[in-house]
């Protein structure tokens, strides 16, 4: 931008042109209302970065996921044992609405509804059918038994096989995201674990039920 001095010599240089001195004084007065626009960025709204953070998972954008959400095992197939086509599948039914959000000087929270296939649903399905397979190979000889990779393989496909029908349900959950104010910039804090299994469908909530069915089953024998 030209310095305020030069407009200034500029226009105090112009002799009996009134015209030509008020066109030049509008042109510094608006140059210095952009200048001072430009210098003063505006910080993006807690509704925008969590917006932003529920595009990254819908999109599958596992790097930029796991940067908004601050979890490192979110859409990264390698630590879920699940094909990045499964995981696709699952992150695209994300449908999402931002209902408010209150900002105080530090934090934030953003109410929002989030709606994803019912994993619930889905996996118990999937188990219904890759369960009895599993079984079958434990009475195999070790030698003829699948092994990890093989069975992980047997699991997505018949995940996404599920994920890929036209009539599964969905769930709708109601969460609250908050943030905190980082460098000026809104962050997402790392606790948000309802937000995240919300988005994942309810498969968060479905495998803790299941271990605690598990875990229950196995004091009773216990105690029996």
Same mark, same amino acid.
């Given at each position: ?8 010599? /500029? ?87 931002? /209902? ?12 929002? *509804?989030?709606?994803?296939? *019912? ?5 118990? *399905? ?21 092994? *990890? ?10 995940? /996404? ?17 908050? /943030? ?45």
């Amino acid at each position: 931008m030209i310095g305020r001095a030069v407009w200034y010599k /500029l226009v105090n240089g112009l002799k009996g042109d009134g015209d030509m001195k008020r066109i030049l004084m509008l042109l510094l007065a608006a140059c210095m209302l952009f200048g001072v626009a430009g210098c003063a960025a505006k910080r993006e709204s807690a509704e925008s970065v969590v917006s932003n953070a529920i595009e990254a998972v819908k999109t599958y954008d596992s790097a930029k996921a796991r940067e908004y959400w601050g979890n490192e095992n979110l859409g990264d197939e390698s630590e879920n044992d699940i094909s990045s086509e499964a995981l696709t599948a699952m992150f695209s039914g994300i449908f999402y609405k931002i /209902l408010g959000s209150e900002e105080s000087e530090n934090t934030a929270t953003v109410d929002v *509804d989030i709606t994803n296939t *019912d994993m619930s649903e889905v996996m118990t *399905d999937v188990a219904a059918e890759v369960f009895p397979a599993l079984l079958a190979e434990a009475f195999k000889p070790e030698a003829e038994r699948m092994g *990890d990779d093989d069975t992980n393989k047997l699991f997505s496909d018949k995940l /996404l096989e599920m994920l890929k029908r036209p009539d599964n349900p969905t769930i709708t959950n109601n969460v609250k995201v908050t /943030l905190t104010l980082q460098d000026d910039a809104w962050a997402i804090d790392s606790g948000n674990d309802d937000a995240i299994d919300a988005m994942l469908g309810g498969i968060s909530s479905f495998a803790d039920a299941m271990s605690g069915a598990f875990s229950g089953n196995m004091d009773l024998n216990d105690g029996g």
